[in-house]
């Protein structure tokens, strides 16, 4: 079984210092955080960028000062930048910050019903996304909510679109309107897309209460995990964390109790294919 990836998602687009008041949201906090989840074991930091005032933002200059102030403290992680967005977000807007060229971004697989909201991926958009990462040559997450992307996907390979092999795929689970993050869900996708894209590398982002039970199924059938503010606030049922290091520690605790070692940032590089 190949060394575990942690992602640590420390701020998002829709969870708020009402909801979680550690949440870091300047620069220079998510620097800060980024350093601490490094620390705990983390390689990968799925960033999200806010106003001072923590409203979600995709201005390029404001990606720009939180990257370098990430690399300033913690040069060796990688830093995969959300073009997701806040829901509701203009698709220029989202598709915009892959100028900066970053090593890896995220590519969302499909629409669904998110919350009372509706998160739109046109099928149009989508291949419009694709193509930018080839010409910007930056790396793809594939964020997949529900079986059906999947097979989204693995046309979009077949039809030429989607060229990065092996490719990293991202289970989100439990968003609502998506698929929950129930075992059977998760070995149903485990096995689904080692039909569809046998290539493919996977990690599972376990939404709210379904964190732990998508975490531990990976981290022991060779899956990567995220954890972080965007996905899950509360360390235990009603107890608020402390900080996204204090999430990225459990899992790491986890896995070296089990026997699974956390990959080193080359060899986090080498399994996502950020190298080639």
Known sequence: MEPLILTAAITGAETTRADQPNLPITPEEQAKEAKACFEAGARVIHLHIREDDGRPSQRLDRFQEAISAIREVVPEIIIQISTGGAVGESFDKRLAPLALKPEMATLNAGTLNFG?????????????????????????????????????????????????????????????????????????????????????????????????????????????????????????????????????????????????????????????????
Not at 125 to 130: C, E, P, S
């Open 116 to 276: 009372d909201d509706i998160f739109i991926n046109h099928p149009a958009d989508i291949i419009r996304l694709a193509e930018a990462f080839k010409q910007y040559n930056v790396v793809p997450e594939v964020e997949v909510y529900e079986s059906g992307m999947v097979d989204a996907v693995a046309r979009l390979i077949k039809k030429g679109i989607i060229t990065q092999n092996p490719l990293h795929i991202q289970f989100v689970l439990g968003v609502p309107g998506g698929m929950s993050g129930k075992p059977k869900n998760l070995m149903y996708m485990m096995e689904h897309l080692k039909e569809e894209i046998p290539t493919a590398t996977w990690a599972v982002a376990g939404i709210g209460r379904w964190h732990i039970p998508t975490s531990l199924i990976a981290m022991v059938t060779g899956g990567h995990i995220r954890c972080g503010f965007e996905d899950n606030i509360f360390y235990h049922k009603g107890v608020i964390a402390e900080s996204n290091a204090q999430l990225v520690a459990r899992l790491a605790r986890i896995a070296k109790e089990i026997g699974r070692p956390l990959a080193t940032p080359e060899q986090a590089r080498e399994i996502l294919a950020l190298n080639k």
